[in-house]
């Protein structure tokens, strides 16, 4: 079993940048594709972004291309994302995901099989 423990969500204004981490424990995530989903209100989970086992290959939804970028430390066990040049559409809770299968950088949330339990954005104007 691994869990994720996600950090780094706060208040900030339009423009501002934030850090994200997503801390693993229980087991080695060194193997595992990991993944940002995020939840506004009233609406579904989606896709933010993805990173291969060895952080070699990423993706990016394209509401946050050229603003956020992913990395990862298997070292520490850990995942970043760095959120630059944040809106108000990116208010949300940000969500860290395991995907121990890793046979591609999905973007389909049910293809993630650990999940932590969220950390809040909210970007005021």
């Known amino acids: 079993q691994v869990q994720l423990v996600e950090s780094g969500g706060g208040l900030v204004q339009a423009g501002d940048s934030l850090s994200l981490s997503c801390a693993a424990s229980g087991r080695s995530i060194s193997n595992y594709v990991m993944g940002w989903f995020r939840q506004a209100p009233g609406k579904e989970r989606e896709f933010v972004a993805a990173i291969w086992w060895s952080g070699g290959s990423t993706t990016y939804a394209d509401s946050v291309k050229a603003r956020f970028t992913i990395s990862r430390d298997n070292a520490k066990n850990t995942v970043y994302l760095q959120m630059n040049s944040l809106k108000p559409e990116d208010t949300a809770v940000y969500y860290c995901?395991?995907?121990?299968?890793?046979?591609?950088?999905?973007?389909?949330?049910?293809?993630?099989?650990?999940w932590g339990q969220g950390t809040e954005v909210t970007v005021s104007s």
């Open positions: 995901a395991a995907d121990s299968n890793s046979f591609s950088l999905s973007t389909h949330a049910n293809l993630y099989d650990y």
